[in-house]
């Protein structure tokens, strides 16, 4: 989930189509590419490609307040105002094999009701999985994912996104993995009290000593533990000590754009030596530094108008509405994600590449990967380039596969010897690391 959710809220975009500077870049279908398209839709029955992370469920909340009589996924979302970038035959069309739904509440939501609000949000994965059963299933190992992509199914995980949901309880982890979730993302765009973020000063210089116990409980579990947004000294932190591979389930190449919630190198390095994986987004603003330039000045120009204008809206809509006039979008496409996939391979190695959209928590993604139908299209720029199907299949699930299988080996070696933890934060956070 991207930084739009907080301060101006969720913007809605159109899964159908994506702006580029106006113009309309080429895609595998319109280029007569129709026999590496091929290939690219053979290869995703072969292999189940493993999405990392989708708010779906958190559009049904803020679009629906989880009311599931507002809404048919079957029947197919392009034909809302503001249409989903995800629904049932676009998860078909994409050829996804596993999806990990993102269950994200609001950083600000932290403290008492964090915990109830997160357990509400994995409540829509169920019932999003009883109500189309022909479609999802629950996954929660890796022989699950396989099995269920086998059936023809989208393999249906739950990740959770910030570690404010726990409450700063390792109880309501524990009772969190129980239902279900199998990853969780350390922090979200805020600090939590036991680690630092990627878009926040820092508190704690990356992880406190009751964060490492997390750290510590959630491989005892065999819950997957997510770096996407936190703070590089936090990634030092957690790789210094982490039994287990990490995920970034969302996050690209910092050295390719220079934004906070990227992965700097000297970080990837470790990554590979960790046996991780990084789940490269889609998110236009951390896949090409001209957008992320873009954001940047549309961000000022808004601040600098609501100054001069702070109590006329329609003055500071007028003017920005202008602004962008003038101001055209820079065009991005699948091929900036896969210079962000190249990045990562050249420097540690295909076998640590993921696939990690955030559809449907921004605002539009990449021309070719406008919506979860758009999966091939990124397979098909991976052929021109040279990648073989051995190595898109790694990247696209295959990966993923590998890091799941290690988590729950690791976790099954611990819990025979290692009882669950009843530290409290109140006891840890006072004393030295």
């Excluded at 076998?351 to 098909?380: C, K, Q, R, W």
Aim: glycine letters at 8%; hydrophobic letters at 40%.
């Amino acid at each position: 989930m991207n930084h739009l959710k907080i301060g101006i809220g969720v913007l809605f975009a159109s899964a159908s189509f994506a702006l580029c500077g106006g113009v309309a870049q080429p895609t595998a279908s319109d280029t007569g590419d129709a026999a590496l398209l091929e290939r690219a839709h053979k290869l995703l029955k072969e292999a189940p490609l493993i999405d990392g992370h989708n708010d779906l469920p958190y559009q049904i909340y803020k679009r629906f307040q989880n009311h599931f009589d507002q809404f048919d996924l079957q029947k197919g979302t392009t034909g809302f105002k503001d249409p989903l970038h995800t629904d049932i035959p676009r998860l078909r069309e994409g050829g996804v094999g596993g999806q990990f739904w993102s269950v994200y509440i609001a950083p600000e939501t932290d403290g008492p009701g964090a915990a109830r609000l997160v357990m509400d949000q994995i409540d829509v994965v169920h019932r999003l999985i009883e109500k189309y059963p022909d479609a999802l299933e629950l996954a929660l190992t890796a022989d699950d994912i396989l099995r269920i992509h086998r059936s023809g199914k989208v393999a249906s995980l739950i990740g959770m996104e910030g570690g404010h949901s726990i409450e700063n309880s390792l109880a309501v982890l524990r009772q969190l993995y129980r239902l279900g979730a199998r990853y969780m993302t350390i922090t979200h765009w805020l600090n939590t009290d036991w680690a630092d973020a990627a878009t926040e000063v820092p508190e704690h210089n990356g992880l406190t000593p009751f964060g490492k116990e997390v750290i510590r409980e959630m491989n005892r579990l065999g819950m997957l533990v997510d770096l996407s947004h936190v703070s590089p000294k936090t990634m030092h932190d957690v790789l210094d000590i982490a039994a287990a591979p990490v995920i970034f389930s969302h996050s690209s190449a910092r050295a390719l754009t220079p934004y906070s919630r990227n992965v700097p190198d000297d970080v990837l390095k470790r990554v590979k030596k960790n046996g991780g994986v990084v789940m490269v987004t889609f998110v236009r603003s951390y896949i090409s530094e001209p957008m992320l330039h873009y954001v940047a000045d549309r961000k000022a120009e808004k601040a600098r108008l609501q100054e001069l204008f702070p109590a006329d809206s329609a003055a500071v809509n007028s003017a920005m509405a202008r602004w962008k006039a003038e101001n055209p979008q820079p065009a991005t496409s699948v091929s900036d994600v896969a210079d962000h996939i190249d990045h990562i391979r050249d420097l540690i190695g295909v076998d640590h590449i993921g696939i990690g959209s955030d559809f449907d928590g921004i605002s539009a993604g990449p021309t070719g990967l406008e919506d979860v139908a758009g999966y091939p299209n990124l397979l098909v720029e991976l052929f021109r380039r040279g990648y073989s199907d051995g190595e898109v299949k790694k990247i696209v699930g295959l990966n993923v596969i590998r890091v799941m299988r290690k988590v729950e080996g690791i976790s099954a070696k611990l819990k025979k010897k290692t009882e669950p933890s009843d530290a409290l934060i109140e006891e840890l956070n006072d004393s030295s690391p």
